[in-house]
């Protein structure tokens, strides 16, 4: 796991250590120092810990004058007994919500097992932004991840399954991507489906 590190094509547009309204502006990362680890194994040391033990992320790129992001997961997302969604509502959706951020892509990709608890963290997370149109998006979620979302009845709160996974976001601009999501979120909206 220390090989896949966040994608990093994006960095010439944003660097979320360099923005002042990231809850990661100022953080220091070392190419060679592995520290942070996803349960015996080590991650890359470009990936960014939130309070969880067991997921971590990276903030990939944030329009504020629109009002998007996108981020990068990797791990164990376990809200049953580490309360995962209360450090992703909390240390980071909230922060990026006061700073204008209603429309939130989340990449799965390397979301290795979801294991689900109470809704109220997503239910507060929708409650938030729907109202300014915004939305939550789990994109590339694994199926056994997906099916376990469902189970913990997630599907009422985040987008996810079915249109939402699969995408090949890397190689795409951020802003092609955030207009391919908006209107796929359209479509979803109308009750569409390819």
């Known amino acids: 796991m220390h090989d896949i590190e966040p994608y990093y094509k994006w960095r010439d547009q944003y660097i979320a250590s360099e923005d002042r309204k990231s809850p990661f502006f100022g953080r220091d990362y070392s190419e060679f120092t592995f520290t942070k680890k996803i349960y015996n194994y ?12 067991t997921i971590y992320m990276k903030i990939l790129y944030v329009d504020y004058n629109l009002g998007y992001c996108h981020i990068e997961l990797i791990g164990e ?10 450090f992703i509502k909390r240390e980071i959706a909230d922060h990026l919500y006061q700073n204008g951020i ?13 294991h689900g608890s ?20 789990l994109v590339n979620t694994q199926d056994h991840v ?3 979302m469902e189970n913990a009845e997630l599907q009422y709160y985040v987008n996810f399954g079915g249109i939402w996974n699969d995408i090949s976001w890397q190689g795409k601009k951020p802003e092609n991507l955030q207009l391919m999501i908006e209107g796929l979120m359209s479509q979803s909206a109308k009750g569409l489906s390819y």
């Not at 109470?118 to 998006?137: M, P, Q, T, V």
């Open 42 to 53: 080590y991650i890359h040391p470009q990936w960014d810990e939130f309070g969880s033990h």
């Open 77 to 86: 997302w376990n809200d049953c007994l580490h309360n995962d969604i209360m």
């Open 102 to 114: 209603r429309k939130f892509t989340l990449f799965c990709d390397n979301v290795l097992n979801f």
């Open 118 to 137: 109470d809704n109220s963290y997503y239910e507060e997370w929708l409650d938030d932004i729907a109202e300014d149109g915004g939305w939550i998006c």
């Open 146 to 148: 997906e099916m376990e």
